[in-house]
């Protein structure tokens, strides 16, 4: 057996453009789906198309002004696509005008894959679009449906293939843990979205949220959510699928923006859940080098840009670790990207 393993992670690196997110909650969206909370999470009833692009453009001409930059134009909460005209031209228009002065290097936006089509991607990317995240959910057709998503696991599938025909960037944000959940389906959703090779990926574990649909759903008992532990479990295993078809991912877990924490009444939320799901899918490879190197002992340099993720939130990973034969004092945080193991008399 060898005394000694080099390895690297299986995480792509980090995209090193800051994101400038621009919310248009509800605008444009066909439907209000059974989970949706987007008034909480933003703390809008609903967008203000010309307000918003105001104060945009003052936004963007302060920072300007103050050498700041560059930035993603990142345009969320909405269904982009399905705005009405001619408000998708208006902010892409606004987007170009920053890009030819180099404070905007790259534009996406979200949408729905019911809400795209061949010509009108074409005519986006055209007018200065780089990049759409599809707000997928699940490719499963029974989970789609009980959730009022409006179309199926096919229509999400050619959705992606439209968008990286048009030559845009593609991104899924899946949802797992949906009414209509079966053990599996996210596991499924997953290598589905791995096998598109988008650029990205979001993970959002489902959430009941007060006044939605789901709420009702939950309190007549006909809806039971993922636990912290599930979630933290399947998400850990996702990842790895994502990151070795050099996916992105870009978010795990609803953050805590507008009112979002306060109106949860059940489901996988913590704050530290993408903290605790990256260390969990670190220590499953580690685990993997260790069973291979086959010593009752070992030590490890691990690189110092996973120093606060190793040992997982709160050092929740720090008697797996023991379990493993690795003492917290036989970690040593180095520079470099290679992960050393080695095998201790």
Same mark, same amino acid.
């Given at each position: 057996?060898?005394?000694?393993?080099?390895?690297?992670?299986?995480?792509?690196?980090?995209?090193?453009?800051?994101?400038?997110?621009?919310?248009?909650?509800?605008?444009?969206?066909?439907?209000?789906?059974?989970?949706?909370?987007?008034?909480?999470?933003?703390?809008?009833?609903?967008?203000?198309?010309?307000?918003?692009?105001?104060?945009?453009?003052?936004?963007?001409?302060?920072?300007?002004?103050?050498?700041?930059?560059?930035?993603?134009?990142?345009?969320?909460?909405?269904?982009? &696509? +399905?705005?009405?005209? !001619?408000?998708?031209?208006?902010?892409?228009?606004?987007?170009? =005008?920053?890009? $030819? %002065? #180099?404070?905007?290097?790259?534009?996406?936006?979200?949408?729905?894959?019911?809400?795209?089509?061949?010509?009108?991607?074409?005519?986006?990317?055209?007018?200065?679009?780089?990049?759409?995240?599809?707000?997928?959910?699940?490719?499963?057709?029974?989970?789609?449906?009980?959730?009022?998503?409006?179309?199926?696991?096919?229509?999400?599938?050619?959705?992606?293939?439209?968008?990286?025909?048009?030559?845009?960037?593609?991104?899924?944000?899946?949802?797992?843990?949906?009414?209509?959940?079966?053990?599996?389906?996210?596991?499924?959703?997953?290598?589905?979205?791995?096998?598109?090779?988008?650029? &990205? +990926?979001?993970?959002? !574990?489902?959430?009941?949220?007060?006044?939605?649909?789901?709420? =009702?759903?939950? $309190? %007549? #008992?006909?809806?039971?959510?993922?636990?912290?532990?599930?979630?933290?479990?399947?998400?850990?295993?996702?990842?790895?699928?994502?990151?070795?078809?050099?996916?992105?991912?870009?978010?795990?877990?609803?953050?805590?923006?507008?009112?979002?924490?306060?109106?949860?009444?059940?489901?996988?939320?913590?704050?530290?859940?993408?903290?605790?799901?990256?260390?969990?899918?670190?220590?499953?490879?580690?685990?993997?080098?260790?069973?291979?190197?086959?010593?009752?002992?070992?030590?490890?340099?691990?690189?110092?840009?996973?120093?606060?993720?190793?040992?997982?939130?709160?050092?929740?990973?720090?008697?797996?670790?023991?379990?493993?034969?690795?003492?917290?004092?036989?970690?040593?945080?180095?520079?470099?990207? $290679?992960?050393?193991?080695?095998?201790?008399?």
């Amino acid at each position: 057996m060898p005394e000694r393993l080099v390895f690297t992670h299986l995480e792509p690196a980090p995209h090193p453009t800051r994101v400038w997110p621009v919310f248009l909650p509800f605008a444009g969206c066909p439907y209000r789906c059974v989970f949706c909370a987007q008034d909480k999470q933003t703390g809008q009833d609903g967008a203000e198309l010309e307000k918003i692009l105001h104060a945009l453009e003052h936004d963007l001409d302060e920072a300007l002004a103050n050498g700041k930059g560059p930035y993603e134009l990142a345009f969320y909460g909405g269904t982009f &696509t +399905a705005l009405p005209e !001619p408000w998708p031209q208006m902010f892409l228009g606004l987007a170009m =005008r920053y890009r $030819e %002065r #180099g404070l905007v290097t790259h534009v996406r936006c979200s949408t729905r894959p019911d809400c795209v089509d061949d010509f009108s991607l074409s005519m986006l990317r055209a007018q200065g679009l780089d990049m759409v995240e599809l707000g997928i959910q699940s490719f499963d057709d029974d989970a789609l449906k009980t959730s009022g998503r409006g179309y199926d696991g096919d229509t999400a599938r050619q959705a992606c293939d439209m968008v990286k025909r048009a030559g845009l960037g593609l991104g899924v944000q899946l949802l797992p843990g949906l009414p209509g959940d079966r053990p599996g389906i996210f596991a499924k959703d997953v290598q589905v979205a791995a096998d598109m090779e988008p650029e &990205t +990926a979001r993970l959002y !574990p489902c959430l009941v949220i007060k006044g939605t649909p789901l709420a =009702r759903l939950w $309190e %007549r #008992g006909e809806y039971e959510p993922w636990s912290v532990e599930q979630a933290r479990e399947e998400l850990a295993a996702a990842l790895p699928v994502l990151w070795e078809k050099n996916v992105r991912v870009i978010r795990l877990g609803l953050a805590p923006e507008g009112t979002l924490q306060e109106n949860i009444l059940a489901g996988p939320w913590h704050p530290a859940l993408g903290q605790s799901a990256r260390g969990l899918a670190l220590f499953n490879m580690v685990l993997e080098q260790a069973e291979t190197l086959g010593a009752a002992s070992i030590r490890i340099d691990v690189p110092r840009r996973y120093q606060g993720e190793f040992f997982g939130h709160g050092n929740e990973l720090y008697k797996p670790y023991m379990a493993i034969g690795l003492d917290k004092i036989h970690v040593r945080y180095v520079d470099g990207g $290679e992960f050393v193991l080695t095998a201790m008399a």
